[in-house]
């Protein structure tokens, strides 16, 4: 993003796709970062950032083509905020229900969009 501005590196705009599975490991996400949304960092480059619901697959791909309207259209970069979570926690070794147990809970008795 902070290099996009820049004539030697113009490419006519990226779209920048974070799937946000809002778990940081053992930090809530209230703790870890000073704003409300992880692609906040886009504002200060006048970037759109899309946010999306990953449970409404038809939403994602609406998004992503709104996206892509968006770059071939102005060509600047755009932010597909792809709001999501991990259905098994953070890794392997990870027990979630010892290190997010709330949002976990909730998890467990979530449907899944497949």
């Not at 083509?65 to 932010?79: F, G, N, Q, S």
Request: glycine share 4%; with cysteine; proline share 5%.
């Amino acid at each position: 993003l902070d290099m996009s501005k820049l004539p030697e590196y113009a490419v006519g705009g990226t779209i920048h796709i974070v799937v946000n599975n809002q778990v940081a490991f053992t930090t809530d996400p209230k703790y870890s970062r000073s704003s409300a949304y992880c692609t906040d960092v886009a504002k200060g480059m006048d970037v759109p950032v899309f946010h999306v619901n990953g449970d409404d697959v038809e939403a994602v791909v609406w998004v992503m083509e709104l996206a892509t309207e968006w770059r071939m259209k102005w060509k600047t970069d755009a932010v597909i905020d792809i709001v999501c979570y991990r259905k098994y926690g953070h890794n392997e070794i990870d027990e979630p229900m010892f290190t997010q147990p709330l949002m976990y809970k909730v998890i467990q008795q979530h449907p899944s969009a497949l």
